[in-house]
């Protein structure tokens, strides 16, 4: 009631203020964001400017300041914050291939951002997760199939990472002709980040090849800032060569401000800072005031924990200056002045959005086109799929019947999920369903065998099975053979599920194994023992829907994958070595079991060869759908600098979502600016485009065999 109080006179001091029409410089929304910051800052005390650098910053009721919770989540949909739609997990939108639907998706998810929000203003108190800052979208390269966290993420590539990244940032923000911003996006985690979790408090990235920062880990962070106009960048939680990424000058000034021109703000993410001086974490700190001094130095702005209430104790030592101090509470307090948070909500078009848009029907609309659209088709031996809905069928597996597997991690709560086995019962009503088997567990051999008696005669089994996010994601307890502390230690299917699909294969039965998982799993047995495999991800309220469309033919898969699918453990490198050596489609010398890029369809698709012509920086390529169905192919675009004896053996810089009807062709113009050539030049050690011949090579997947290659010269 006390918060409420205190947030009720901090609006009624605004509406006094602007009643009166007597505005100071920072009270009035004709003049710049930052003058406004300027002045704002410069009427604070040091212990209201410490309050307003943690991420529960209070309100300063003298000035007019309301409440503001920096930390926020989006990652597919309004999390942890009631009922919003849950669209699918960023790995299966990523799989969509379509950053124009992204975009869609991410406008819808500020809408109910806003709308949620201003509910909360009304209120009188804004708790967390109702706010306007939201710590999305996750650009780190999913280098390793083990990282729990990978399933936030938008894959293994730089160049497709860059374009979801860039469509998620500019749906959240709003248009850049806006007067007021319409949410604060932040790219994360900076920098070269992606496991292991279990020691993340303490770990440390040492001798990283050049190459691979500049080439594979800093790319989408680059495109982002100078593309995006990002609002903010988390640091991550490791040390780099020694240096806390949330305490490094080189990382957080040199390259991001320096060299970007990064001029949003920094946050921490959630206790980083303690991380600096806790003893078995970093330990590079001797306590929170010099972790402070370190982090502000480097230019962390805003802290998500507890540690920066230690800033006037840094201050009063002579650790940090008022002006250092300032520098970063005017980035933040800019940020809000942007956002309209200090403005009359009359003045901020966002505010007027209606709460109706709350996981809305056009949005669970939006929801189900992108689990289609995402949901990849690996395997269809004698094209066993589409099912026909008059089979005799049985439902098995774990994730079946699990609504809340579908719903991933860092998710919002949706009104209503359509499970597996729900969407498959609406084109079979009396499918039954047999569980088989816990996810890592199964059951003793006498019920194995009873369940593959209740089979009966049915003569086809759609198993859905996979992992969950209860057991790979971030820094969890899960104490299950093949994980640890969140990541895998092997990739394989979990045993339980193995052994019982097996078990199907040999009674005779079709196996047709949906994979429910947040990231690459090896599935050579399953491969041989199913007729069919599909990739559904963890794909939202509507992925039920989305997977049994595609089951029964209603839907035309079209995902292709963002990550490879490797064969084995045995495939991957040490996980902690953050060296590209041997590591995704660019650098993995050994076959897949499934590439990069690659999904099949119900139809087929012919690719011609490509023309490249250097005056208009275009791609032109036909395709034809061969096919008898409508179908979406997406076209991938890929170069190798000739001689390049280290660099990647090809690496993505264009794509093209295509639909055709039957039997139609077309000629597809592909944008392809000379910065299309740009790589890595050991002699000078930068990103540039180098003159000299490289091969263009354009297809629907990684592969080899999947490319047409053309050779061109660049000058």
Not at 332 to 345: F, H, S, V
Not at 478 to 498: H, S
């Amino acid at each position: 009631m006390k918060h409420k109080l205190i947030n009720l006179l901090t609006f009624a001091v605004f509406a006094v203020f602007y009643a009166n029409a007597q505005l100071l410089p920072y009270q009035n929304p004709k003049l710049s964001s930052e003058q406004r910051a300027s002045d704002l800052v410069s009427r604070l005390t040091l212990e209201e400017k410490t309050m307003l650098m943690m991420d529960k910053s209070p309100a300063i009721p003298r000035l007019g300041i309301p409440e503001f919770q920096w930390w926020n989540e989006a990652l597919h949909g309004v999390g942890r914050n009631g009922y919003a739609t849950v669209f699918p997990i960023t790995m299966c939108m990523a799989a969509s291939w379509n950053n124009d639907l992204l975009q869609q998706v991410f406008t819808a998810v500020s809408d109910e951002a806003r709308a949620k929000n201003q509910i909360a203003r009304q209120s009188g108190k804004i708790k967390r997760y109702q706010c306007l800052s939201f710590w999305t979208p996750n650009i780190n390269i999913f280098r390793d199939p083990r990282w729990g966290r990978g399933q936030e993420t938008y894959g293994e590539d730089p160049y497709l990472t860059s374009r979801m990244g860039l469509a998620v940032v500019n749906g959240l923000q709003g248009p850049r002709t806006s007067r007021y911003r319409k949410l604060l996006a932040c790219a994360k985690h900076f920098a070269v980040h992606s496991g292991p979790e279990w020691n993340r408090h303490s770990f440390n990235v040492e001798d990283l090849p050049p190459r691979d920062l500049w080439e594979t880990y800093l790319p989408a962070f680059k495109t982002l800032v100078q593309e995006g106009h990002v609002a903010e960048v988390m640091c991550a939680y490791q040390r780099i060569d020694g240096k806390p990424c949330c305490g490094s000058h080189r990382y957080e000034r040199q390259i991001l401000r320096d060299e970007w021109g990064f001029d949003g703000l920094i946050t921490s993410d959630c206790w980083a800072i303690a991380d600096f001086y806790l003893k078995g974490h970093h330990e590079v700190a001797g306590d929170s005031a010099d972790a402070v001094a370190m982090a502000l130095r480097a230019g962390t702005d805003v802290e998500c924990g507890a540690s920066y209430a230690a800033i006037p104790k840094a201050v009063a030592q002579g650790a940090v200056s008022m002006a250092e101090i300032d520098e970063s509470l005017k980035r933040l307090m800019k940020a809000r002045i942007e956002l309209g948070d200090l403005d009359p909500d009359s003045l901020v078009e966002w505010t007027s959005i209606s709460p109706s848009v709350i996981a809305c029907e056009r949005h669970k609309q939006m929801a189900l086109d992108m689990a289609r659209q995402g949901t990849v088709l690996l395997q269809n031996n004698n094209s066993i799929l589409p099912l026909n809905r008059n089979s005799d069928i049985v439902v098995m597996g774990p994730n079946a019947n699990d609504s809340v597997m579908m719903w991933g991690n860092y998710n919002g709560t949706p009104t209503r999920t359509i499970t597996i086995l729900q969407g498959i019962r609406q084109y079979v009503p009396d499918a039954r369903y047999v569980a088989g088997c816990q996810l890592t567990r199964n059951f003793d051999i006498a019920d194995q065998q009873a369940v593959i008696d209740s089979v009966g005669n049915a003569n086809i089994v759609v198993f859905v099975g996979g992992l969950s996010p209860r057991v790979e994601g971030e820094e969890m307890p899960v104490n299950e053979p093949g994980f640890k502390g969140g990541d895998r230690t092997d990739i394989e299917l979990p045993a339980a599920q193995r052994s019982l699909i097996a078990l199907l294969h040999k009674a005779g039965k079709k196996v047709v194994f949906v994979n429910c998982s947040g990231s690459a799993v090896a599935l050579v047995p399953e491969a041989q023992h199913c007729e069919a495999v599909l990739q559904a991800w963890y794909g939202g309220e509507q992925g039920g829907r989305a997977v049994a469309e595609i089951l029964f033919g209603d839907c035309n898969p079209s995902g292709k994958l963002p990550v490879t699918f490797y064969s084995s453990t045995n495939q991957l490198p040490d996980y902690e070595d953050y060296s590209m050596a041997g590591r995704t489609y660019r650098y993995l010398t050994e076959q897949p079991l499934f590439s990069f890029g690659f999904g099949l369809s119900y139809t087929t698709f012919n690719i011609g060869k490509p023309k490249y012509n250097d005056k208009t920086n275009t791609i032109k390529v036909g395709i034809a759908n061969t096919g008898k169905r409508d179908g979406d192919e997406v076209l991938q675009v890929y170069i190798r600098r000739v001689g390049d004896v280290e660099g990647p053996q090809k690496t993505l810089r264009a794509f093209k979502r295509v639909s055709l009807k039957a039997g139609h062709k077309k000629t597809v113009d592909i944008d392809f600016p000379t910065s299309s050539f740009e790589c890595w030049d050991a002699a000078s050690n930068t990103m540039r485009v180098i003159p000299g011949k490289y091969q263009l090579m354009v297809g629907n997947s990684s592969r080899s065999q999947d490319l047409k290659t053309i050779e061109v010269n660049i000058k």
